[in-house]
């Protein structure tokens, strides 16, 4: 795990807010999601309840031991990655945007925003080439229902 460097964003940046989580996002006919054992989901879910509320340090605390136990699990490290952008911590963000587009499914809502989240890290740190083939593998991830006669 890559060391974490600098002060927490006090708030969630809502504009990053609207990139990471836009309005408009399409619904795939596919969702895969891979398990995660009880005690990851339990961390999983007090990680979430403490990033809703800006507890940052505390959600990455949570993170990072369900990644101790499971690190298989893709929602683990996207949140991670996503904390991490709210951080300005993009190195960081970009660090686990890959391990969730490594770990995650290739179909879906979670395989699209890992690769948008790989894609917005990737922008802010100047990886251009990463942030390119991330928007090409984020735009495969939607399965849409084929047009019938």
Same mark, same amino acid.
């Given at each position: 795990? !890559?060391?974490?460097?600098?002060?927490?964003?006090?708030?969630?940046?809502?504009?990053?807010?609207?990139?990471?989580?836009?309005?408009?996002?399409?619904?795939?006919?596919?969702?895969?999601? !891979?398990?995660?054992?009880?005690?990851?989901?339990?961390?999983?879910?007090?990680?979430?309840?403490?990033?809703?509320?800006?507890?940052?340090?505390?959600?990455?605390?949570?993170?990072?031991?369900?990644?101790?136990?499971? !690190?298989?699990?893709?929602?683990?490290?996207?949140?991670?990655?996503?904390?991490?952008?709210?951080?300005?911590?993009?190195?960081?963000?970009?660090?686990?945007?890959?391990?969730?587009?490594?770990?995650?499914?290739?179909?879906?809502?979670?395989?699209?925003?890992?690769?948008?989240?790989?894609?917005?890290?990737?922008?802010?740190?100047?990886?251009?080439?990463?942030?390119?083939?991330?928007?090409?593998?984020?735009?495969?991830?939607?399965?849409?229902? !084929?047009?019938?006669?």
């Amino acid at each position: 795990m !890559p060391k974490r460097q600098g002060e927490p964003a006090a708030v969630k940046d809502v504009s990053l807010d609207k990139q990471i989580n836009p309005d408009n996002q399409e619904n795939s006919l596919i969702e895969t999601l !891979p398990l995660m054992n009880n005690a990851v989901r339990s961390l999983f879910n007090q990680a979430q309840d403490f990033y809703q509320k800006n507890a940052f340090d505390k959600a990455i605390a949570s993170l990072e031991r369900a990644y101790e136990i499971q !690190p298989e699990a893709p929602q683990i490290s996207q949140l991670l990655a996503e904390i991490s952008l709210h951080q300005g911590q993009n190195k960081q963000a970009h660090y686990w945007a890959g391990i969730a587009t490594k770990n995650g499914p290739s179909k879906g809502k979670t395989c699209e925003k890992s690769w948008r989240i790989l894609a917005i890290a990737a922008e802010k740190t100047g990886y251009y080439a990463h942030q390119a083939k991330a928007l090409e593998e984020k735009d495969k991830c939607i399965v849409k229902e !084929p047009i019938t006669y």
